[in-house]
């Protein structure tokens, strides 16, 4: 049923609340971008730009929103490592080593993680359905949608070939998952290899598939692997954009630790 623009307003207002800003990343905000619920998010990067790196670190800027992250394409003891790491300040490879000599001090970052924002689904080659089967799931146990979701990545559904049409039809199903839960969805992508600037984020048309139109916001992202990380806002539906990733901005990122360093600057 059509309804007038005011109360179309009114309900988007209520529904698209405005998750709070996250000081580290007011460069960002330079460009008008803001994460919002009932959004579609993508990060897209080269392979080891740190796209889950950054998203793991994200959520808990957000300590009261409870996210669930569909963990498709790294194993479970390097994602909680890097969960822990976001939580203490110590260094990934130090967690691992506890867990891999089962040490009793490891109980410590279970300790931290207990009471921590965000849940992960280890599902391999999963498809739509069961991404609508762990939402059910999440709603079941908490008697409301999550607040944020992360699907990582696009090409481990098992739908998504490489290919145009089959990835786009994802995304307009996760768009429409955003929309109807009101949850913010991050969907994690490739870009296209090919460059020897790791320093530079890939350009809109690098993302593989060249699947840009539909996500609400595109972030490219990369690292120079000296402690730079780059992100810049390739396609923005809600302001403006930096189609050739040529004004990146920068934040100092320890991927050991999983801690940004300093704040960012454009």
């Known amino acids: 049923m059509p309804v007038s623009a005011a109360r ?8 698209g609340r ?3 800003p996250v000081p580290a990343l007011s460069g960002l905000a330079g460009w008008g971008v803001s994460f919002r619920k009932g959004q579609l998010v ?3 990067g080269r392979p080891k730009a740190g796209k889950s790196n950054f998203v793991q670190w994200l959520l808990p800027q957000w300590p009261e929103e409870r996210c669930l992250y569909n963990c498709w394409d790294m194993p479970a003891m390097t994602a909680i490592s890097r969960q822990a790491a976001v939580v203490t300040g110590h260094r990934v490879q130090d967690i691992l080593r506890m867990f ?3 040490d009793p001090e490891a109980g410590f970052y279970e300790e931290e993680l207990d009471g921590s924002n965000v849940e992960f689904c280890f599902d391999t080659n999963p498809a ?3 991404l609508g089967d762990e939402v059910s799931a999440w709603v079941e146990k908490y008697d409301a949608y999550p607040d944020v979701m992360v699907c990582d990545n696009l090409l481990n559904l098992d739908e998504a070939s490489e290919d145009h049409h089959a990835q786009k039809f994802i995304l307009r199903q996760l768009q429409k998952l955003a929309r ?3 949850s913010l969805i991050f969907v994690l992508h490739h870009a296209t290899e090919g460059t020897k600037d790791t320093s530079r984020p890939p350009a809109a048309r690098e993302t593989d598939g060249k699947v840009n139109q539909v996500p609400d916001l595109v972030l490219s992202v990369a690292n120079d ?12 539906r809600n302001g ?3 189609p050739n990733a040529d004004n990146p901005v920068r934040i100092g990122f320890d991927f050991g630790s999983m801690q940004v360093t300093n704040n960012a600057w454009r």
């Open 42 to 44: 993508m990060v897209t």
């Open 225 to 236: 692997g000296n402690g730079g990380f780059f992100l810049s806002p390739v396609a923005h």
């Open 100 to 102: 891999d000599r089962d």
């Open 180 to 182: 109807d839960t009101q």
């Open 128 to 130: 739509l359905p069961d």
């Open 240 to 242: 403006p954009s930096d």
């Open 8 to 15: 179309a307003l009114r309900r988007s207002v209520a529904h």
């Open 18 to 20: 405005e998750l709070p």
